[in-house]
């Protein structure tokens, strides 16, 4: 069970993942340890999200990419 009241945004999350500094003014996620604690639930919820998005695709769900690029913009 995660337990947590840090509100992330996308930005400050993958900061996390990827183990740089979150954007953030907020003191305690400046704050080693408590970064460490907070990686350690992002990386239980992105990895239920890896596992749960390869049985979507297993049993066919449909992927779609979109390139920008290829609109001519």
Request: aromatic letters at 8%.
């Amino acid at each position: 069970m995660i337990r947590s009241n840090h509100q992330l945004n996308y930005y400050q999350a993958q900061a996390i993942l990827d183990g740089r500094s979150p954007p953030t003014n907020e003191d305690d996620l400046n704050d080693v340890a408590e970064t460490g604690n907070v990686r350690k639930d992002l990386e239980v919820v992105a990895n239920f999200s890896r596992v749960m998005n390869a049985e979507r695709t297993k049993f066919g769900a449909v992927v779609i990419l979109f390139l920008y690029s290829r609109m001519g913009n």
